[in-house]
DNA sequence: TTTAAAAGTAAGTAATCAATTACTATCTTT
DNA sequence: AAAGATAGTAATTGATTACTTACTTTTAAA
């Protein structure tokens, strides 16, 4: 059954709504994305887009949700395949890094909301997403630091925390570039300086 | 001669402007904050910020200025006063530490700054301050390098991306927390575990 | 095929915000 | 003390934006 653009049932609709502003992001500030521009990228009038949410926040919050949804499958799958604790970081981060690669939009959505003086809806549940994010990492770093694969005086807080920190870093300078590309190019640089940083010396 | 609050010389006006946005900037959105509210702020009516600057990105861009002087010569001075490689590259990052931590509206509004599409004047100010500030980072550890403090095997560019990366890494952290003091804690910690990465083994 | 629900359009509305304008108060200089 | 320059006020303007409403088109089920 062949599927026209216009009249998309509601579900799909959204889906398409959530791919239009993660798209839109990576192009310009996230905070200046207007109803109408969504709407226009969807090729809709602005108008449409109140059928499948009651407001503005509401698309965001399920952009949220959608990231959230991806990033942590991912990195889930990246870490259960890999035979080591240092492997496994060193597959989530390259898989995070491929993602936000891939959704240049991504992150910058969530810093914007980060940012948010309110406390939104869609801005806990990017606190929730870095904080599971985080727990994860720290369990791993542990079990490394368990098993002699990782420095036993490590901070786990602190590496976690440097874990994140070195793919918002690669962001960062992404950004300043205005190359998505740069952060496949130097994930696997900075993860081996990261590596350094934490594996068990000698 | 004392000073009245209202009237103030065009100059010490444009400097308490920009202390107001800057103090602002850790309450709320850097994107979200409106002329208003800086008057409001310096006990101004709105229209009066207009005889001072001829827009609202003049604002923006004096205070990327102030950032770029007072941010710079901190880490000169922190980084000459060190003794060793290693050394400057702590004291630059504790600097930064401690900068960020005063003003915690800083790292939001360039971040914010660096989000934008169009190519701001005040966005290429960011740029250049990064760049500079890289640098100056890359330098060090070339000189770390050569005199056999770090890791001679060190990829300088990932090394110096990780250190900027770092202090994200804790601003952004520090927002989720929304404690600013979360940077000072948790600064040297972080510091130590990049610094295992980059020295000389053994 | 008819019909009702779902999805989309086009034209508003109210609120917000940067910037302007006409006027006033306050400094500073002679 | 007078007068010009500087700094501030209060009200307004035009543009933008999220959201609404009245109406139309498409889809799908009876």
């Not at 407001?55 to 959608?66: P, S």
């Not at 491929?98 to 909301?113: D, S, T």
Request: one cysteine or more; charged letters at 25%; a positive charge.
């Amino acid at each position: 059954m062949k599927r026209s653009a216009k009249h998309l049932p509601a579900e799909e609709r959204r889906t398409v709504t959530v791919e239009a502003l993660v798209e839109l992001a990576a192009e310009q500030n996230p905070n200046d994305i207007t109803t109408a521009a969504i709407a226009h990228r969807m090729g809709l009038t602005q108008g449409a887009l109140f059928r499948h949410f009651p407001n503005k926040a509401a698309i965001l919050q399920t952009v949220m949700e959608w990231v959230t949804q991806r990033l942590l499958s991912k990195l889930e799958k990246a870490a259960l395949a890999a035979p080591s604790a240092i492997a496994a970081l060193e597959a989530m981060f390259l898989a995070h890094a491929e993602f936000v690669a891939e959704h240049p939009g991504v992150p910058r959505i969530l810093f914007g909301e980060l940012q948010r003086a309110e406390k939104t809806a869609s801005k806990r549940l990017v606190q929730t997403l870095i904080k599971q994010y985080g727990e994860r990492l720290k369990r791993l770093i542990e079990e490394g630091k368990k098993n002699g694969e990782l420095n036993a005086q490590l901070d786990t807080e602190s590496a976690a925390l440097l874990f994140i920190g070195s793919i918002q870093g690669l962001v960062m300078q992404s950004l300043l570039a205005g190359d998505a590309d740069f952060i496949r190019h130097n994930a696997s640089g900075v993860f081996a300086v990261y590596c350094s940083g934490i594996r068990r010396k000698q």
